[in-house]
C-alpha cells in the first residue's frame, strides 16, 4: 500500500477497538533506511502530548479516520 502524508495530515487516529489516538500531525524518518515508517500524534484526552506509531501497523482508511492494529494508546 503507498499512502501519501498528505492524504493522512489532519485526520484522527483510532485503534482497532475505536479508542482515540489523536490528529496526525507529522511523519517520522529514519535516517538509516530513510523511510518514512513512523507518524507522530497528538494525543487526546488525559494524555495529551505526542507520541508515534508505526506506520506498518496502519489498518485502514476510513473517511477522515485512520484505523491503526494496536490494543492500546501510544
Not at 4 to 10: D, I, M, P, Q, W
Amino acid at each position: 500500500m503507498q499512502i501519501r502524508f498528505s492524504e493522512l495530515r489532519g485526520k484522527e487516529a483510532v485503534n482497532g477497538g475505536g479508542d482515540p489516538l489523536g490528529q496526525i500531525i507529522n511523519v517520522v524518518v529514519d535516517p538509516k533506511t530513510e523511510q518514512a515508517h513512523l507518524v507522530t500524534m497528538r494525543a487526546m484526552g488525559p494524555n495529551k502530548g505526542s507520541s508515534t506509531i508505526p506506520v506498518g501497523k496502519l489498518k485502514l482508511i476510513d473517511g477522515n479516520e485512520i484505523v491503526f492494529s494496536i490494543n492500546d494508546e501510544h
